[in-house]
């Protein structure tokens, strides 16, 4: 008998969950799947969108393709690899690949990249230092919009210098100003990060040929103990925690605490205001993070709710106390990583391959450390401002009724980012002809629709990826970034029938552990983490390091060798595995399990006992 061909289903073949059917379709027009689409492979990016989306937070993963894709396509020149095609069903977000394959447009990418990719690696650090510039000047002109207003009379003053322009024009400009800032950050998100993984990816290309028997998790090894901003908001959590021993004040931080009551209590006392002092120190700017990976308006930023680093503070000061090293390994992975470079080196045979691997390693060393670090200032803390100044919208027009009497201002995210410009245009309009909008009536109804579909999405799991399988995976940005290679498709097909005990995943960083699987599968359920628990997740990021003290090891749904949580992982010592393409769905919360960081494999030990069945006796 033949084997039944497993395969992914055709987009063709999803259907938007019953009852969901307006909601979908308020997703713009080009994001929505159409038949043509069934001849093209697709995956999840369930790295960046773990989570249903709703309609507004949509122009999170819009302008970053819309970015992505020219500074591919069109600034750098990318040989082989484009943009990133995107659609979106029941609120997932699946992408694909625009691969160039016609030889003769290879060669002529080549030479265009080449003297581009080239400028900017002989240039990087002053180009960087420029782009930090951009960047922080970007962020305050972002702070110095007004919040939106409508005075009921232009002031006097105003009118008596002769202005022309009408308070209600102001809304149309902050707003417009907001969306043109966000789309612009994007741009500068992506001058650097494709050149960036290119050079990793050289000198990953060349271990490769060099060393056919090297491990993926080697190589990456060879770039670890990085410094990078995204790592210093856990570094200031420390230094907070620290202060707390010195200070006298750290009997204050406990489990389950009353962050207000807190506060209140310190500032009552001398080493409790010094110790206020020090946190402003550390919010402005290094709490402009937010608990997810910045790509939701609901994960709100550190700055705006200290529940992450005041979870993490009793652990850290307990560690403290106790006379725990509680820093990075930095030091080691340095000096493991120099070893590695080190002994790889000798077994190359010619003094000019040895030459060529000096200077991609060189290189792979000074561009790294910006794969993390722009995550700081373009995911976190632009886009956790960007979020906020279109609450100050949704305050404006909860104020006029337009979310209706329970309505509340986080309303405004479940408008598409078009539909809200009409609400804007609807309240000038109103304002200025002294009529009531027509708002107050239209949206509430499309909100609560809303409101229920993102809900029911959240209930039903989406396939990791979609249509026909291809032969091979070749973007190696795909393969390392989001860990999908025809051998993970292979694993993420079975079902669990060929071992139901066994997933794997790439290899992130080494060490055995067997521990509870804690499943999480958004933010809001980090706190259900336990002292020793693995974290069994889609993905997690940078920003939730001050949850890597409870844990023992990690594994993902999705990522490759270099995803972000593979980065984390090494640079914090934590075994992990990646990509696993269905953890969270085969590990049930509470199994006893078995990660190996070292061979990419995770065992299921023991299973969660069903709850057992009614016994009925014979009458």
Known sequence: MTKTQKGFPLPSSLTVVPGTEAAQAAYPYYTQFVPEDDGKFWFYNSMHFPEPMHHFDMITAEAAYVAMGAFNTRVHVLPTAKGVDHRIINGRVYIGGVVVTDPDEIAERVGEFQQRAFWYYENWESLYDQWKDKMKALIAEAQALPTPSLPDY???????????????????????????????????????????????????????????????????????????????????????????????????????????????????????????????????????????????????????????????????????????????????????????????????????????????????????????????????????????????????????????????????????????????????????????????????????????????????????????????????????????????????????????????????????????????KSVSEISRLEQGDILVCQVTNPTWSPIFQKISAAVSDIGGSMSHMAIVAREYGLPAVVGTGTATLRIKDGQRIRVDGGRGIVTILDDVAPAAEPVLEDA
């Open 154 to 520: 232009e002031p006097l003053a105003t009118f008596k210098e002769g202005n022309a322009v009408a308070a209600s024009h102001s809304l149309l400009d902050i707003y417009q100003k907001q969306i043109e800032g966000y789309h612009r950050m994007w741009h500068h998100h992506f001058e650097f990060l494709l050149l960036g993984y290119g050079a990793y990816m050289t000198f990953f290309d060349f271990c490769k040929k060099a060393f056919p028997e090297i491990s993926d998790q080697a190589i990456s090894r060879m770039v670890a103990g990085m410094e990078a901003e995204i790592f210093r908001p856990d570094e200031e959590v420390k230094r907070l925690a620290r202060r707390a021993v010195e200070l006298g004040v750290d009997h204050h931080f406990t489990d389950s605490v009353n962050i207000d009551q807190v506060l209140a209590d310190l500032d009552k006392v001398s080493g409790g205001k010094d110790w206020l002092a020090e946190l402003e120190v550390s919010r402005n700017p290094w709490f402009n993070v937010s608990s997810g990976d910045g790509f939701y308006h609901y994960h709100r930023s550190w700055q705006d709710d200290l529940s992450m680093p005041f979870a993490a503070l009793p652990g850290y000061i307990e560690k403290i106390k106790a006379g725990q090293n509680i820093e990075r390994p930095t030091e080691q992975l340095i000096a493991e990583r120099e070893a590695l470079v080190r002994d790889y080196r000798e077994l190359l045979d010619t003094e000019e391959d040895k030459a060529t691997y000096d200077q991609l390693i060189e290189l792979a060393h000074r561009v790294f450390p910006y794969v993390e670090g722009h995550k700081f200032y373009c995911e976190h803390w632009y886009t956790n401002l960007f979020f906020n100044k279109i609450r100050e919208f949704g305050r404006l027009l909860l104020a006029h009724g337009f979310f209706g009497p329970d309505g509340v201002e986080e309303d405004v995210f479940h408008l598409t980012r078009y539909e809200l410009e009409a609400a804007i245009q609807d309240l000038m309009l109103s304002w200025g002809v002294g009529a009531e909008p027509r708002g107050p009536q239209h949206w509430p109804p499309i909100i609560a629709t809303r409101k229920a579909a993102i809900a029911e999405w959240a209930r039903h799991p989406t396939p990791p990826a979609l249509g026909n399988v291809p032969d091979a995976i070749d973007d190696p940005a795909i393969n390392m970034l989001w860990g999908i290679t025809r051998e993970n498709l292979d694993s993420w097909l079975d079902d669990g029938s060929e071992n139901t005990n066994e997933l794997k995943g790439f290899a992130a960083c080494s060490g055995v552990v067997e521990g509870t699987a804690r499943v999480v």
